[in-house]
């Protein structure tokens, strides 16, 4: 078989496009300032797979308190999709771009992106936390947070495990109990 006609058997004169690019990844999206709820909603109508953690913050306005839903990762929505895909994703308003390297968006593991939606469930309390890079290692091994490594903090008596998303650099802080935690070396 000529190249040509290879090429008019895999579709309309297209060449073959490469299993990778198929194939569906977790990528960040940064999001214009304040726009991560409205990113993810329209994300939603769209069929693309997306996550965005929240947490619960009291503000004190003039006249009352008031309790919202804050986004734990300020100016990004995770997505899933292939890069194939990644217009569906680029034209929604509100996301200036797709995390990545000289133009490139890069992956976030998997493995980061599963340990994240399954350890921020309901029983987990978690706060946004500075970036840390410095600190000690610690691998939780037991608990909703089982496998999660991060920096092992001291707060008022109790421990705090500061688990960080390095593509980002941004980091949050969750309760965790000395008992469960080992080091790593």
């Not at 004169?13 to 909603?41: D, F, I, S």
């Not at 600190?135 to 500061?162: I, Q």
């Not at 390095?166 to 965790?176: G, H, K, N, P, Y």
Request: hydrophobic share 40%; glycine share 8%.
């Amino acid at each position: 078989m000529t190249g040509i006609a290879a090429e008019n058997q895999q579709g309309l004169g297209r060449p073959p496009v490469a299993p990778a690019h198929c194939e569906p990844r977790w990528y960040a999206a940064y999001t214009c300032a304040n726009r991560e709820k409205r990113v993810a909603e329209q994300l939603g109508v769209r069929e693309v797979e997306h996550f965005l953690p929240l947490y619960s913050s009291v503000r004190r306005w003039k006249d009352r308190r008031v309790m919202l839903e804050l986004p734990l990762f300020p100016g990004y929505v995770f997505v899933r999709m292939a890069m194939g895909n990644r217009l569906q994703v680029q034209t929604v308003p509100g996301v200036a771009r797709l995390v990545g390297f000289d133009g490139t968006p890069a992956a976030l593991r998997d493995e980061e992106i599963g340990a994240l939606r399954t350890s921020l469930g309901d029983a987990v309390r978690a706060e946004p936390h500075p970036y840390l890079t410095a600190g000690r290692r610690v691998r939780v091994t037991r608990g909703p947070l089982a496998g999660m490594e991060g920096v092992l903090l001291r707060r008022k008596g109790s421990f705090r495990l500061v688990i960080s998303v390095e593509l980002i650099q941004r980091s949050v802080a969750v309760d965790a109990d000395a008992a469960d935690v080992e080091a790593i070396r």
